[in-house]
């Protein structure tokens, strides 16, 4: 079978995992934004949350039982990474439910409407129309005063995907060392034809013909966003 921009998570999740772990892609930071997000909402009532390409949710699970979502849940298409979702990171949470599905197919499925969707360093596999589908399905999944948290790698204004990629592998190759060299190189392989981070100023353009009438970068570090899209005009 042909490898896709999910294989590498589908087969050896544990080479994405001790990349994350080691906090390369600001995962830490990012997520205590998130959370700090996810507990003004927990304090305005019952609430419920959408994890688009939830992997195993290692960085957003200490935060959960404390905020108490009357619903969790997590979709991806990689079984492994909700597999230790399930049954290690979120394992205390009661109300965690997964779904191994598409993203853009699990929002048709699960229409909502959600408090919160969450997505972490996943839509930047999609290619432009598919990203543009997927906004418009948030903001049509999401309640009246729900929030959209995007957490992802954008390119800067102007800039191409080839320098993008050059920029962002050269980081890898000088500062992501405590991997091993093999496991390095598969994950190069894999951003290097897998990642199609668009510029921020587009996705903010994107999320406002999608009918977000908020869009606002929460933090960044390096490439590494995280984004608030709020007010669905359908609403
Ligand atoms: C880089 S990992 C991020 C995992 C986790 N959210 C995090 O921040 O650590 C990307 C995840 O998105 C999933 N993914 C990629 N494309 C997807 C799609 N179209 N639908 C569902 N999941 C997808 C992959 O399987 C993988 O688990």
Known sequence: M???QTTLFRKSWGIYDALAAENYMHHRELTAIVATQLRE???SGPWSLLDLGCGNARFLAPALPALLPSRYLGVDLSSAAMQEARETYLSGLDRAEFLEADMSEALRVQSGPWEVVYSSFAIHHLQLEAKRELLGLVAAALAPKGRFLWVDVFRRKGEDRETYLEGYLQTMREKWCRVSPADLDAACAHVAEFDFPEPLDDMMALAAQAGFRRAEVL??????????LSEPAQH
């Open 41 to 43: 909402v927990s304090d």
């Open 2 to 4: 042909a490898e896709d």
């Open 219 to 228: 933090a960044a570090f390096g490439q590494h966003h995280a984004l608030l």
